[in-house]
């Protein structure tokens, strides 16, 4: 039994700033971070060993809007410190083990009450395209994207990304999380509101690579003074482009994605308790989807039902807030299951207990393990403090 901890430290700082009302010339954010990670084996010389501590973070400016237009810019800094070990595995360095710093926003924008649009590199927070802060350095993006209010209820969001760079690299390229874009990925999205109904609908669109649609439509209901019922549904639809060609790669291999997957739980001041179900019709799955991580109910730490193979994984997950609301503690289970017997189930069981100090200044633990059958176990370990103001 091979069994692997990683321990995960985070320290963060950062301070906003507004000039004189009169003299506006925009706004300034620093945020400091220092990010310790670490993979330990019972196997010695194992090649995922791995320990690294990085000292970094970013400073932002967003200028004041001239006739509605300004400049977003935006840089990260991901550098070792101590001493290290296979620091290329945490993803807090790039493919060789050497610092980053990354430009992750150089954009122009142009933003009045109803339309924002920016042009240039950036930041997104879409379900297949987004930007992943599991890492020190985030996913970004070098396109032109645009959000517009139809309405007081409905968002539209429109999108060309042309490169795309991952958090271990300095490099914006044509190579998405899923392989090759050539030409880019183009999206549209709609958010909209009815009374207590929340639905979003993507539709991504990629040269040569594959498009994808996707769907959730979520709800609750408060049956008492103290608890309300949630429930929801995802789609995933991928399709080949009009001229049939997909490139095959270790992410997805040019089968088409066929996921539905859906929640249902109750949560009150205190407590919350989450059933979720997913299940892969399809030949491939959507792991990372463009670029970030494609967020799935079913996805824990380590487990989920997005890879390929017909998954049908199954979650339980419980938080307990205390009544100071200073703790809070949760308890994750979840099993994955293969169509065919040949592929491996997963189990894995997933606790956590955060403590806040202040109100943005709090300490949290977590542990995951994973029994894969027919495989070594695996644990990870992490420890995130965190401190902002």
């Known amino acids: 039994m091979s ?7 985070t320290l963060t700082y950062s301070k906003e700033t507004n000039s004189d009302k009169k003299i506006n010339i925009g706004q300034f954010k620093t945020h400091i971070e220092l990010f310790h990670y670490q993979i330990l084996s019972h196997h010695e010389g194992d090649s995922l060993e791995a320990r690294a501590t990085a000292l970094g973070g970013f400073i932002q400016y967003t200028s004041a ?5 300004g400049l977003n810019l935006k840089q990260y800094a991901s550098h070792l410190i101590f001493q290290s070990q296979n620091p290329e595995n945490t993803s807090l360095t790039d493919w060789a083990g050497e610092d980053i710093n990354p430009l992750s926003e150089f954009n122009l924008y142009y933003q009045n009450d109803n339309v924002h649009i920016k042009a240039g590199k950036q930041q997104l927070q879409t379900p297949l395209i987004n930007d992943d802060t599991t890492r020190l350095i985030p996913f970004s993006y070098l396109g032109l994207t645009a959000d517009i209010n139809l309405d007081t209820s409905s968002k539209l969001f429109l999108g060309h990304i042309s490169e795309f760079r991952a958090n271990n690299s300095e490099t914006y390229t044509e190579y998405s999380s899923s392989g090759f874009a050539e030409k880019g990925v183009s999206f549209v999205g709609l958010h909209t509101t009815l009374d207590s109904i929340k639905a979003e609908a993507y539709y991504y669109y990629a040269f040569k690579l594959y498009n994808t649609l996707h769907l959730q439509v979520e709800d609750h209901y408060q049956y008492s003074e103290e608890k309300t ?3 929801g549904i995802q789609a995933i639809h991928t399709q080949k482009n009009k001229n049939g060609i997909n490139i095959s790669n ?3 291999g040019g089968g088409d994605v066929k996921l539905v997957a859906g929640k249902i739980g109750i949560r009150s001041e205190k407590f919350s308790y989450t059933a979720s179900l997913s299940y892969n019709f399809g030949e491939d799955g959507i792991n990372r989807g463009y670029g970030g991580l494609s967020s799935l109910y079913t996805t824990a730490m380590i487990t989920n039902g997005k890879l390929d193979g017909n998954p ?3 979650s339980l997950k419980v938080r307990y807030t205390y009544k100071n609301k200073i703790y809070s503690s949760a308890l994750y289970l979840t099993n994955v299951s293969y169509k065919e017997k040949s592929k491996n189930s997963i189990n894995s069981i997933y606790i956590d207990h955060k403590f806040n100090f202040r109100a943005r200044e709090y300490l949290f633990l977590r542990f995951e393990h994973q029994w894969i059958s027919d495989e070594q176990d695996k644990s990870y370990f992490r420890i995130i403090s965190a401190y902002d103001f």
């Open 3 to 9: 069994i692997f901890f990683v321990v995960f430290v």
């Open 65 to 69: 809007p001239l006739y509605h237009f």
């Open 229 to 231: 019922l949630f429930y």
């Open 250 to 252: 270790t992410k997805n």
């Open 312 to 314: 049908f994984a199954k």
